[in-house]
T-cell receptor, first 113, second 112 residues
Framework: SQTIHQWPATLVQPVGSPLSLECTVE??????LYWYRQAAGRGLQLLFY??????ISSEVPQNLSASRPQDRQFILSSKKLLLSDSGFYLC????????????FGQGTRLTVV | KQEVTQIPAALSVPEGENLVLNCSFT??????LQWFRQDPGKGLTSLLL?????REQTSGRLNASLDKSSGRSTLYIAASQPGDSATYLC???????????FGSGTKLNVKP
């Protein structure tokens, strides 16, 4: 069966510090990978998605970047965090075929202070 | 761009009631629609996936319907229980793209 791991679960970082959140998927190959952010009281906003190694599409301009160094690894990064980067970050995967189900990790609660 | 709306934003019902959660989307050119459950501080759990060619899907006490032409989906929960208390999210997969757009969710509270 497939599983998705996301870490850390919670993170408190000062403004201006770097960020690295990691997501890995097990039990499948060549998945589509996604990073979402959920701000307090708001819906999920798609930040990045990837259909293959080194292929990253950005949905919104922002202070964050994403990378996919391996087939089942997706990393969300920032060089300098802003207060507005605080939120709940969720990684997800789906199969390559269009119209397939999406599966989510347990999320990372990021607080920038 | 696809816009997804969920009504109501919050709902409180006594245990045992049947209830309906609504989801609407602006662009009917979709691959699928997926309903999720989110418990506080947790990730999303997939409940039901409806392909664009389908009218409904059922899982236990849950039934989701899709009317693509009118841009609407409903999630029906039968005989609600306190354990059903959570936020319910719908997500739409646009035709031709491998990504999902979410509504802002309905927060459900089922009172014992």
């Amino acid at each position: 069966s497939q599983t998705i791991h996301q870490w850390p679960a919670t993170l408190v970082q000062p403004v201006g510090s770097p960020l690295s959140l990691e997501c890995t998927v097990e039990g499948t190959s060549n998945p589509n990978l996604y990073w979402y952010r959920q701000a307090a009281g708001r819906g999920l906003q798609l930040l990045f998605y990837s259909v293959g190694i080194g292929q990253i599409s950005s949905e919104v301009p922002q202070n964050l970047s994403a990378s996919r160094p391996q087939d089942r690894q997706f990393i969300l990064s920032s060089k300098k965090l802003l207060l507005s980067d605080s939120g709940f970050y969720l990684c997800a995967w789906s199969r390559q075929s269009a119209g397939t189900e999406a599966f989510f990790g347990q999320g990372t609660r990021l607080t920038v202070v | 761009k696809q816009e997804v709306t969920q009504i109501p934003a919050a709902l409180s019902v006594p245990e045992g009631e049947n209830l309906v959660l609504n989801c609407s989307f602006t662009d009917s050119a979709i691959y699928n629609l997926q309903w999720f459950r989110q418990d506080p501080g947790k990730g999303l759990t997939s409940l039901l996936l409806i392909q664009s060619s389908q009218r409904e899907q059922t899982s236990g006490r849950l039934n989701a319907s899709l009317d693509k032409s009118s841009g609407r989906s409903t999630l029906y929960i039968a005989a609600s229980q306190p354990g059903d208390s959570a936020t319910y999210l719908c997500a739409v997969g646009p035709f031709g793209f491998n990504k999902f757009y979410f509504g802002s969710g309905t927060k459900l509270n089922v009172k014992p």
